[in-house]
Every structure is written in structure tokens, then in C-alpha cells.
């Protein structure tokens, strides 16, 4: 069974930095693309980045492009998002996800999210 958890959330002022983590578990980490995610209550969750397998290939939704830098350890099955330049409209709780396989497009397992906060 699959396993997903963020960590790295918390309060921050705008202007400032975070650095998200998320370590997967029960799969073969290097056979799936990973992505991340954020959501705001009453609103669609909103793609913010995906890295394939070796992390030669990152995509970045449009208003994380240039601030957000995703990357990852294969040799410690995590994934991580640097999110530098952050502003209040970042406030979300932020997701993990694994791509069900390779140009699947859908992601079929999701961590339990972690809270990011930015104060203007």
C-alpha cells in the first residue's frame, strides 16, 4: 500500500521561504512521477507542480512559475517543494501526489496534506 506524507507547513510572512517535503512509502518510488498540489476551502484544488521519475522534467502551474522549485531524492523516496518569494494568495494546504503511471495524467494516491500560511 502506497503511502504519502507532507510535512514542512507552518506560518510564514510574505516574502519569505518554505520548504515542503514529502516521503513515500510501500511502492517503487523511481516508477512513478510525483506531483503537488494546493487546495483553499470552497475552491478547486490548483495544480502547482509535477517532476518525473529522475526529475529531469518539471512542469509548474503558472503562478508558482519563477518563486516554486520542485525536486527529488530518490535515494531517500521523498519529494520537495521550495517555495521561495511567497505571497498571502499561497495560503492552501499543500498535497502530494503520485501520477498512477507514467503520462497517466491522474494521480492515484495522496498524502494527508500540509497547512501553509502566508501573512501579509
Known amino acids: 500500500q502506497a503511502q504519502l506524507a507532507e510535512s514542512g507547513g507552518g506560518l510564514v510572512q510574505a516574502g519569505g521561504s518554505l520548504r515542503l517535503s514529502c516521503a513515500a512509502s510501500?511502492?517503487?518510488?523511481?516508477?512513478?512521477?510525483m506531483g503537488w498540489f494546493r487546495q483553499v476551502p470552497g475552491k478547486e484544488r490548483e495544480f502547482v507542480a509535477s517532476i518525473n521519475w529522475n526529475g529531469r522534467r518539471i512542469y509548474y502551474g503558472d503562478s508558482v512559475k519563477g518563486r516554486f522549485t520542485a525536486s527529488r531524492d530518490n535515494a531517500k523516496n521523498t519529494v520537495y517543494l521550495q517555495m521561495n518569494s511567497l505571497k498571502p494568495e499561497d495560503t492552501a494546504v499543500y498535497y502530494c501526489a503520485r501520477e498512477a503511471g507514467t503520462g497517466a495524467g491522474r494521480y492515484d494516491y495522496w498524502g494527508q496534506g500540509t497547512q501553509v500560511t502566508v501573512s501579509s
Open positions: 510501500g511502492y517503487f518510488f523511481t516508477g512513478h512521477n
